[in-house]
């Protein structure tokens, strides 16, 4: 199917430990991003590419790393998990307007 | 700092009634602003997208107003359903590419039957 795909759904990790959530678009748009949303706070930008091998910090990037190898998926690590990023977590790509996918829903105990 | 600011917070209607929600932003430069459904538990869809010189959208029942003077906006939802429930959200662009989006906390509206 046509889209923008993100996994996991659900995801529960321990404090610590290292996370990747997936995320996989099928229009080859350029743009893409990772954005975390949490009561309060609403949608905040973690990381977004302009295209492949490209990167760039947004609003809240501390403790996150991602990678753009393709076009078509970006992939958003936490190397050691901490309970402060327990949150649902959305990708997106943009043509320009912008395409979510479904969320992950992490939780760090 | 650029702020995208929507009122109200939440908002429980009727279904059949009519409602409005608000957003004001500060900003600049501005290039367009969306409005954005999210239901609960999956990602932002969007409505609607104006640019400067747009001073109404529709889509559906929902009718978005811009004025770019005030910096304000509102999503207008005509004869509401109980699909309506949701959270919508303001997002602004402060220029003609895709990254720099500033998103309102966006307005959770209830349609009771």
């Known amino acids: 199917d046509a889209g923008i795909t993100q996994s996991p759904r659900y995801k529960i990790t321990e404090t610590g430990r290292q996370v990747t959530l997936m995320c996989h678009q099928t229009?080859?748009?350029?743009?893409m991003f990772w954005y975390r949303q949490d009561l309060g706070h609403g949608l905040r930008l973690i990381y977004y590419?302009?295209?492949?091998?490209?990167?760039d910090k947004g609003e809240v990037p501390d403790g996150y790393v991602v990678s753009r190898s393709k076009t078509e998926n970006f992939p958003l690590t936490l190397e050691s998990a901490t309970r402060s990023q327990t949150s649902v977590y959305f990708c997106a790509s943009s043509s320009p307007i912008s395409f979510f996918g479904q969320g992950t829903r992490l939780t760090v105990v | 700092k650029n702020q995208v600011e929507q009122s109200p917070q939440s908002l429980i209607i009727l279904e059949g009634k009519n409602c409005t929600l608000q957003c004001n932003y500060t900003v600049s430069p501005f290039s367009n602003l969306r409005w954005y459904k999210q239901d609960t538990g999956r990602g932002p869809v969007s409505l609607t997208i104006m640019t400067f010189s747009e001073n109404t959208k529709s889509n559906g029942r929902y009718t978005a107003t811009l004025d770019a003077d005030t910096k304000q906006s509102s999503l207008h939802i005509t004869a509401s359903q109980l699909s309506d429930s949701a959270s919508y959200i303001c997002?602004?662009?402060?220029?003609?590419?895709?990254?720099?989006?500033?998103f309102g906390k966006g307005t959770h509206l209830i349609i009771q039957p």
């Open positions: 229009w080859s748009h350029s743009y």
């Open positions: 997002v602004v662009s402060p220029g003609g590419g895709a990254d720099g989006l500033t």
């Open positions: 590419s302009a295209a492949a091998d490209i990167t």
